[in-house]
Structures are given as structure tokens and as C-alpha cells.
């Protein structure tokens, strides 16, 4: 399936040309999360494939620019960001409660 994936990114050079991860996994003949996974193992392989959540332009492609690879950058950063923040509210809202459930917390 990586090799697959692979070819079909070869089609998609460049952020202007990014493929949905819904047309992706179409393609692949996998579920959507699949095909996030296959994506996953390929970036920790090496493999430059660049994600995109921009109106117009989401989904994956082959980063073939210093600019593409920032802006992939910028994409995990923010995405980190965000889970960092649902952690520390999900943190407080549990110090805020006195349930004997939580008590494993």
C-alpha cells in the first residue's frame, strides 16, 4: 500500500496539486484513517509528503519547495498546539471535580 500511495502522490507535486484524503483513500481502496496511517509511516520513513488543511488546497502532496515544507511545518505546529490545549482544559476541568471516579486521575 505505501508504494501505492507513493505512485498515486507522484500525481500531486506541490501544494496546488494536494489530493483529499477522501479521494486518497478512494484510491487506495482503504478506509480514510488508513490512509492517514500509510501517510504517518511514510513521513517517519523519510518520505517528504506534505499535509494541508487550506481551504482549496487540503489534503496531501509531494513537497517540492522550501516554502511547501514550512507550510507543512506550520500545519503539525498548529495542529500540536491545539491538542496541547484540549490536554490542559481536559487537565483542569479534572482538578475541578470532586467525583470519587476520578479519583484514578
Known amino acids: 500500500l505505501e508504494s501505492r500511495f507513493l505512485t498515486i502522490l507522484s500525481e500531486h507535486r506541490g501544494l496546488s496539486k494536494a489530493i483529499a484524503v477522501p479521494e486518497m483513500a478512494r484510491r487506495l481502496g482503504v478506509p480514510e484513517r488508513q490512509a492517514r496511517a500509510i501517510k504517518k509511516d511514510l513521513v517517519d520513513s523519510g518520505y517528504m509528503v506534505g499535509s494541508s488543511c487550506i481551504a482549496g488546497k ?3 502532496y509531494e513537497i517540492v519547495n522550501e516554502e511547501e515544507l514550512r507550510a507543512t511545518y506550520r500545519n503539525y505546529s498548529s495542529r500540536c498546539y491545539a ?3 484540549s ?3 481536559i487537565r483542569q476541568n479534572v482538578e475541578g471535580m470532586k467525583s470519587p471516579q476520578l479519583g484514578m486521575f
Open 83 to 85: 491538542l496541547q490545549r
Open 87 to 89: 490536554m490542559k482544559r
Open 58 to 60: 487540503s489534503g496531501y
